[in-house]
Every structure is written in C-alpha cells, then in structure tokens.
C-alpha cells in the first residue's frame, strides 16, 4: 500500500541531511563554500528579519534572501492570502480565459508607477529583464542594449548579454550584441547611440554589486539622449524597487525620470512564490502584441499564476496600509547615519553609501603601518578578502547574517528586510562596532581568520 504523503514526517526524518544531499545532487561548490567559511547553520524556522536554530537562538537577517524576503518571512498577511488562494480552487491557467487576479495585480501595481501602462507577468527577475530586452527590440527594431559597467541583471542569457562581470560571462558566449559604458558617463552613452543601432540602455538606479549609485540627474539626461535617438530607458528595479530604497521605485528620487520599461521582482513574491514583472508604456506593449497573430509571440507558462498574484496582492496591500516606504527612509537614515558616524573612528572603513535599506559599507587602506601591511598581504591573495573577514564574525560570534556585495570587492551590501526596527539597528550596530575593534587591534581571531583565507586564495590559484 502506498504510504500518504507527509511533508512534515519527511522533513523531520531526513531534514538533518539537507548538506549530505546537496553536495551529493545539486551544486557540490555551495556546501563546499559554506563549510569552509563557517556558514553551514541549521536554520529551524524563521519569522520577520529574524532566523532562529533549534536551540531557539535568533539571527538576524541583513541579507533578506537576496532582497526576497522584502516583508521578512513569513507575513501573516501574505501567509493568510496564499492559504485563501489555495482553499479557492481556481480554475488558474487555462491558458484560454482571463482570470482576474492578474489584473488586479497589474492594476494595483499601475498606481505605483506613474508613465506606465501595462504588464507582463514572469516568474523571475531575470525573466522581467529578459522581457524588457525583447519588448525594446522589437519596439525598436534595433539589435543592440547598452548596459552599464559592474551592472548585474541576471543570469539567463540574454540578461548575462548585459551582465558588467566578466566573471559570470565566461565561457558562456556568443551572447547578444550589447556595449558597456561606464555609469554616469554621458558622452560615452552619446557616442554610441549616434551609431543608429542602439534599441535601449538598461541601468540599476543603484547598482547591487558595490551599491553604486547613478550620479544625480544622470538617469533624466539619459533619458533625453535615448529619446532624442529613438531608444528606450529600461530601469531594472529587481532589487531596488518596492521600496528597498526609500521611494516605491529608485528612479523615482530623481524628479523627471519616465523609463519606457521597468522590471520588477523579488520582494513582490513576499518570499513564496516566484514572480516577476515587467512594466511599460502602452505603445510598446502594443507594437509586440500587434495582432491576434501574435498573441502568444512572448508568454510564461507559469506567469500570471493565480499563488504569484495572490502573493503580489497582498504585498502591495502591507506596503500601503503598514506605511513601509515611509519606514524605510527612517529606518535607512538611521542605520545610514550611525554607520557613517564610524568612519572617523575607524582607518579601515573607507565608507557608507546608498539609500534607504539598500547600504554599502566600504573597507578601504588603511593609514597605520602595522595594520597597512596586513591590508596589503590580503589584497596580494585575494581582493574582497578583508570585507569577507567581517562578515564571518558578524555571524559567527554575533548571529548577524550579511554578504559580500560581489566578487572582488570589499564591500558589504546591507538589504535587509524592510520590517527591520530601531532594536535591529542597534543589535548590527554595536555588532559591526565590535567586529572593526578587533579588526583594528593588531590581532586576535579576526587575523587568524584572514591568515586561513589567504592560504585557501593561493591555494585556489
């Protein structure tokens, strides 16, 4: 007799594998890397920005899944409508009717977002860009997207078209015509728009890998120049947009920026289920969906999924009636503020950027001779190593969760949830205060840490 499924008996007795499984079925290099940094925790449960192991110790989570968990886990508000859909039975993707949570998602969504007019709804955020890509060829007729040096877009392969790290590009060519210009640079966008073929430039308002930000009024003098030269702005807001930044979208601190099309997605899925969206002005929408023809000529089999749209409803219902974007530029400011007060304090820390709860923290040279020759010794192995020293202790000794803000760089990128509170602020805080004591020390096992990265950097030469 078949025995019924039990997902909680599955879990309970083989959940105690989950790094033995891993490395045996799926990408053997991540329990690999988590071990020998000292990340492989057993995560029990989870609930707003804090994790908690099975001796109910909390961690608190600066990283939010990579931008995900916008909300935190677990949101009872989210939690109660993703439960209502399933209880519903809907009759979700037919394929051949129009269900309304779609458009009432894309409806709710609209009054965000001011200049646009229509969705289309995919299940990731490299699916949003891949779409916008297509959507300004096609709009266009032009072959080639410019995007902006260190850019990160995703991973699929026409988003790595207009990924800014070699890195993530190797080996994986021939891509799509693209060109990369330097961020802020006008003339450099200039020069190549004047070569007639350019269908787009697609830009992070704030870059995540180093939480670079786009020089003021650069976004709204690109966006002249594009449309001087009949091409479009795409503003990718996977990881910045629904108020990770202060605003509901980043672009919006700057008055005057319309983007053509802006993609979406992560904290729209309130951390269950995958979504992602991409959002453009009516013309466009219309000059790829021409005829019935072409009805089907862009679609997802599982986009506009009656669970995403649920989800994507309820998201937007938090942020407006828990005032999240408002608590984000408090919040933000605050962390920002008392992270920025550090850098006179510190020689080691070189500085604190970005807005909202979308922050930098910089490690640069120090000035001191002792700890100047051990800065130098780390860059020799390995640049990123000195920013990787932090994050470990941050876990390790004080049960914070934070990452590196890319490879080769030494930079920690702060996205946490945007439900984090003044407690919150204060626990990171006095954390990273401790860390960068013992980091200027002299000594002690932050050093002793570095010293094994270095031999691990060489070794992997």
Known sequence: ????????????????????LHTKYLNPQLPRMLHTIGFDKVYERAEGAHFYDADGNDYLDMLAGFGVMGLGRHHPVVRKALHDVLDLNLADLTRFDCQPLPGLLAERLLTHSPHLDRVFFGNSGTEAVETALKFARYATGRPRVLYCDHAFHGLTTGSLSVNGEDGFRDGFAPLLPDTAVPLGDLDALARELKKGDVAALIVEPIQGKGVLEAPPGYLRA?????????????????????GRTGDFYAYQYEDGVEPDLVCVAKALSGGYVPVGATLGKDWIFKKVYSSMDRVLVHSASFGSNAQAMAAGLAVLSVMENEQIVAGVRTTGGLLKSRLAALIDKYELLADVRGRGLMIGIEFGRPSSLKLRSRWTMLQAARKGLFAQMVVVP???????LTQVSGDHLEVIKLIPPLVLNEA???????AFTAVMDDAHSGGGLMWDFGKTLIKQAVANR
């Open 1 to 20: 007799m078949t025995k019924e499924f039990d997902l909680g008996a599955l879990l309970a007795d083989r959940g105690a594998e989950r790094y033995e």
């Open 222 to 242: 690109a966006q002249e120049l594009l449309h001087r030269h009949k091409a479009l702005l795409i503003a990718d807001e996977v990881q910045t947009g629904l």
């Open 394 to 400: 941050l876990l390790q000794r004080h049960r914070i």
């Open 424 to 430: 919150d602020v204060d626990r990171f805080v006095d």
